[in-house]
């Protein structure tokens, strides 16, 4: 992609639009013809197996949602580390590159879990979730923070540390901290609204 058109921060540029514009949508009319048309593939997680068991074993769903919470307690750990180490509050004494790799890599895993265990859940409440506002927001929290990690975030820690702005590495930190606040405060907001 020509960064000449768009200067040093492609990525920023493109993620941001990305977010700008799926967030004009979800306040649009025009969701809601979105919304109608996925309604059958929400009908139909209920009837799989994963729905089958997510409503019907009641032990199960706990398990997988204690999965969940945990998955979501050792991502938001490795935000915590990582973007503590990269504002310098934590771990100052251990180089920016040893935290931030491996951080990263437990971050990857713990995003997996996440993704799993959100999916069984998903299929055993899935009409309930549909009907939710909270969840919709949760997943464009969850997308924003998806791509801001592997798009923004990641590419930028990726050169030396040393040669980019130290303003711009706190403020990459302090937003991937946010971003990742709001996917934990609104997954905790479907909790509440269920």
Not at 27 to 53: K, L, Q, S
Not at 132 to 159: D, N, S
Not at 165 to 191: E, H, Q, Y
């Amino acid at each position: 992609m020509p960064t000449a058109i768009l200067g040093p921060y492609t990525r920023s540029i493109l993620t941001v639009t990305v977010i700008a514009a799926t967030l004009m949508f979800s306040f649009t009319y025009a969701r809601i013809n979105v919304y109608t048309e996925i309604m059958p593939f929400f009908e139909w997680m209920e009837t799989t197996w994963f729905g089958y068991i997510g409503k019907t074993w009641g032990g199960a769903f706990a398990t997988i949602q204690a999965g969940h919470l945990i998955g979501l307690g050792v991502l938001g750990g490795c935000v915590l580390v990582s973007d503590g180490r990269l504002l310098g509050l934590i771990l100052t004494d251990v180089p920016h590159r040893t935290v931030v790799e491996r951080a990263d890599k437990v971050f990857y895993w713990a995003l997996l879990t996440l993704l799993a265990t959100g999916i069984f859940m998903a299929c055993g409440v899935a009409m309930k979730i549909y009907y939710l506002p909270v969840y919709w927001y949760k997943m464009l929290a969850l997308v924003a923070g998806m791509l801001f990690h592997y798009c923004v975030r990641r590419p930028l820690v990726a050169h030396d540390l040393e040669s980019i702005n130290p303003i711009i590495l706190k403020m990459t930190a302090v937003a991937s901290i946010l971003v990742w606040f709001l996917v934990a405060a609104t997954g905790r907001w479907i909790g509440f609204s269920g």
